[in-house]
């Protein structure tokens, strides 16, 4: 029964993480489809809230600026398709070894894609609002180091957590050694046992 409950955990696990692979590699061979994307929604972004009349060609976002047209390209680099792949891969795996279920693994991953795209959606506005104010390439380059690591930082920490608490439900009890407190309140050894763990 031991072996059989393995065997099946192993393939589950294995078809959690190779599911989760697959999806990850789909998307980082079809990145240039996701930084096109990425930088229509940021050009909508941009004119939207009024930084600049933006537009996007491909996966560049370009707009006026000083009487001429500048812009920027989201690369390979700048793309959030890198940054969902250790999501992907993390809840097909917890997937796969049940330790979640297929709803909570879903809920997490979704919630991780949302916020990492707003994330940097917020990244890339940034750069246009810094090259409005400091010009095209000190504001790029301000941007693009300082500014812009600073959202991409304190934005993973953030979605890390959440993705986690939501993942894992935030609670880490009723699992073996649970048990066997629980169990240790029968018997005179065990109950000395547990006051000295407390």
């Known amino acids: 029964m031991t ?17 989760g692979t697959a999806v990850s ?18 050009a909508q972004l941009v004119a939207a809230s009024g930084l600049a009349d933006a ?19 989201v690369t390979a680099g700048c793309s959030v398709a890198l940054l969902l792949v250790p999501p992907l891969v993390m809840a097909a795996f917890f997937l796969g ?3 979640v279920s297929l709803l909570r693994a879903t809920v997490s991953s979704a919630l991780a894609i949302v916020l990492l795209v707003l994330v940097n959606q917020v990244r890339l506005a940034a750069v246009v609002g810094s090259m409005r104010i400091w010009g095209f390439q000190t504001g790029y380059e301000r941007s693009h180091v300082l500014i812009g690591s600073a959202i991409t930082t304190g ?10 608490v939501v993942l ?10 649970g ?20």
Do not use: Q, Y
């Open 3 to 19: 072996g059989r409950i393995t065997l099946g955990t192993w393939l589950r696990t294995g078809t959690g993480i190779l599911a």
């Open 25 to 42: 590699v789909l998307m980082l061979w079809r990145w240039h489809d996701v930084a096109s994307v990425e930088a229509w929604l940021n």
């Open 55 to 73: 537009r996007s060609i491909g996966s560049a976002v370009v707009f006026p600026l000083d009487h001429r047209l500048v812009g920027f390209g």
């Open 97 to 99: 070894i049940r330790r």
């Open 155 to 164: 934005g993973l920490i953030v979605i890390g957590v959440l993705f986690v």
């Open 168 to 177: 894992t439900g935030g609670r880490r009890r009723g699992g073996p050694a």
């Open 179 to 198: 048990r066997r407190r629980r169990g240790g309140f029968t018997g005179g050894r065990r109950r000395r046992g547990a006051i000295r763990a407390a």
